[in-house]
C-alpha cells in the first residue's frame, strides 16, 4: 500500500539539515503533501554518511504513537511596521540602510519541543527587499532567555533549499529547510542572523513587544560563543515563527490580541506573560501537554482599525489561517476600538456594533477552516487616564459586547476575563492587586489569574479526556 501511495501522490524533496555532529550532512528524501503520519526515517551514520529520510502517508495523524506527524507552531510572534521609536539604535539604523554589517541576535520560548524544526522569517512591512547572509540556532548559555551568549558547540547553521543566504522579496515570508536541532518543552533558542548589505529600507519589520533581550554587533558574529559590548534593545526583528515536526495529536492555540496578550506589565525575559502562564498550566495536565500557544498579541493592536500594527481583519490571514497546525483560536481585542472611539454616545454605540460584527466576521472565516473559536470578554479600564470617560459611554460600550459574547452563543466558547480580573468591590475597575498601576494593563499575578481561568477541556482532541 505504501509503494502504491508513493507512487500515486505527488512528492516534493524533503531536506533536513541536521544538527549531529558534522553540521553539513543534508538528508534528503521524500516528503509527501497532506498531512504526515508515518516517521522520520533517518540516521546519521558514521562520520557523515546519511541513509534516505523518506516521510510517507499512511498511519492515521490522531495516532499519538507516530514518531513524526505533521508541522505544528510551537511559537509565535506578529509581524508589524516597525515605529521610528522602536528602530535599531545607530549605527545599526543609518538613514535608509538598516542592519548593515551587522550581527541580531534573538531569544525565542519554545512552547512543546520536537527534534525537527524551521523557522520563519518575515519581511511583511519592508520597502525593500531583505537579504540576510547567514543564519544559525543554538542554545542559550545556562538555558538562560533573553542573554547574550550561546553554547557554541550547539551552533548550527540554517538553510533555505539548500543555501544559507536568502533574499526575502518586499511583503514576503520564507521558511527554512528542517533542521534535526531537537529542542526541549519550555526551553529557550537563540537565533542568530548576520545580515552583510542590511536592508536599504527604514520601513522593516518586527515585533516591538517582545518583553524579551536582543543583541546587535557590527560585524559578523554569528556563531561567536557571546556579543561583549553589543547594544541591547526589546524587539524581536523579521522572525515571526518556529515549527516543529510533532505527532499527529499536537496541535496550536494561536491567541490574537492587543498589549494585554503582547504582555505589557509583565517581566522582561522571565516569560510570564498570560499566555506562558496558560501554556504552564496546560504542562500540568496530562490530556493538554501536547499543546501549544501561539502568542499573537500586537501592543495598541484594534479589531477594525489600524493602529499600532494591522487591525484584526487585515492580518487574520497571516496570523492566523497560515499558522500551521491550528485547531483553537482566542480572541481577545477591543478594548483599544473602544478606548479610542470618541467617548459620544452615538459614537461608543457605533463601536461596539462595529466590533460585534468583526467578532462574527473571525468566527466565520475560522470556522470555514475547521478552527474552533473562543471570545474572551472584555476587562475593565476604569480609572485608566486615556480610557476611562466621566460620561461612562465608553464602559457602556465595553458591557454591550461582554454581553454579546457571554449571551449570543456565537462563539464556541466564553473566556470570561472580566469576571476573573475585575474589582469585586469595583467592577468597573481591574482587582487592584493585579493592576500593574495604569488601571488597564496587569502584573504578572494578574495575568495569571487570566490563565487560570481557562478550563482545560477546551483544548481536547478527544472529548472523552474529560475536564480539570
Given amino acids: 500500500m505504501r509503494s502504491r501511495l508513493r507512487s500515486i501522490v505527488k512528492s516534493q524533496v524533503f531536506r533536513v539539515t541536521t544538527a549531529a555532529a558534522v553540521p553539513s550532512i543534508v538528508i534528503t528524501g521524500l516528503f509527501t503533501t497532506g498531512v504526515v503520519g508515518g516517521a522520520v526515517k533517518a540516521s546519521i551514520q558514521g562520520s557523515g554518511n546519511a541513509s534516505s529520510a523518506v516521510l510517507v502517508r499512511g498511519e492515521s495523524p490522531s495516532n499519538p504513537n507516530a514518531a513524526f506527524g505533521h508541522w505544528v507552531g510551537v511559537w509565535a510572534a506578529a509581524p508589524q511596521l516597525t515605529e521610528p521609536s522602536n528602530m535599531p539604535p545607530a ?3 543609518n538613514g535608509n540602510l538598516v542592519f548593515a554589517d551587522s550581527t541580531v541576535r534573538q531569544s525565542i520560548h519554545v512552547t512543546v519541543g520536537g527534534r525537527f524544526i524551521r523557522l520563519r522569517f518575515s519581511n511583511a512591512y519592508g520597502g525593500a527587499d531583505l537579504p540576510i547572509t547567514s543564519i544559525s540556532v543554538a542554545r542559550p548559555a545556562g538555558g538562560a532567555a533573553g542573554v547574550s551568549a550561546i553554547d557554541p558547540a ?8 539548500g543555501r544559507t543566504a536568502i533574499r526575502i522579496p518586499v511583503g514576503a515570508q520564507m521558511v527554512s529547510d528542517p533542521l534535526d536541532f531537537p529542542v526541549a518543552t519550555n526551553s529557550n533558542l537563540t537565533v542568530t542572523i548576520y545580515l552583510s548589505a542590511g536592508q536599504a529600507s527604514s520601513a522593516i519589520t518586527s515585533h516591538p513587544g517582545s518583553r524579551t533581550t536582543t543583541y546587535m554587533l557590527v560585524g559578523n558574529h554569528l556563531n561567536d560563543a557571546d556579543l561583549p559590548g553589543a547594544a541591547s534593545v526589546a524587539h524581536w526583528y523579521f522572525l515571526s515563527g518556529l515549527e516543529a515536526l510533532e505527532p499527529g495529536n499536537t496541535a496550536a492555540i494561536d491567541v490574537v490580541g492587543d498589549s494585554l496578550t503582547d504582555g ?5 525575559n522571565g516569560d510570564d506573560k498570560w499566555t506562558d502562564q496558560l501554556f504552564n498550566r496546560l504542562q500540568s495536565h496530562p490530556s493538554t501537554r501536547s499543546r501549544t500557544v501561539l502568542n499573537q498579541g500586537l501592543g495598541g493592536n484594534r479589531i477594525l482599525n ?5 487591525n484584526v481583519l487585515a492580518r487574520f490571514d497571516r496570523d492566523v489561517l497560515a499558522q500551521t497546525g491550528t ?3 482566542i480572541v481577545w481585542e477591543g478594548v483599544n476600538d473602544i478606548g479610542t472611539a470618541p467617548a459620544t454616545e452615538a459614537d461608543q454605540k457605533q463601536v461596539a456594533a462595529d466590533i460585534i460584527a468583526a467578532y462574527q466576521q473571525i468566527i466565520t472565516r475560522a470556522h470555514a477552516a475547521g478552527i474552533s473559536v473562543y471570545g474572551a470578554t472584555i476587562t475593565p479600564f476604569g480609572g485608566n487616564t486615556g480610557y476611562d470617560d466621566p460620561t461612562g459611554f465608553r464602559a457602556e460600550a465595553r458591557q454591550t459586547v461582554n454581553t454579546w459574547i457571554r449571551t449570543s452563543h456565537q462563539f464556541d466558547a466564553v473566556l470570561d476575563f472580566d469576571a476573573a480580573v475585575r474589582d469585586p468591590a469595583n467592577p468597573r475597575q481591574i482587582n487592584p492587586i493585579y493592576d500593574v498601576g495604569d488601571h488597564l494593563h496587569m502584573t504578572p499575578a494578574g495575568y495569571g489569574q487570566v490563565a487560570a481561568s481557562i478550563p482545560f477541556d477546551l483544548f481536547q482532541l478527544d472529548p472523552s479526556a474529560g475536564a480539570a
Fill in 306 to 310: 489600524d493602529g499600532l500594527g494591522p
Fill in 327 to 329: 485547531r483553537w483560536l
Fill in 264 to 268: 505589557r506589565g509583565s517581566t522582561t
Fill in 91 to 93: 549605527p545599526f539604523t
Fill in 154 to 161: 550547539t551552533s548550527r547553521t540554517v538553510t533555505f533549499d
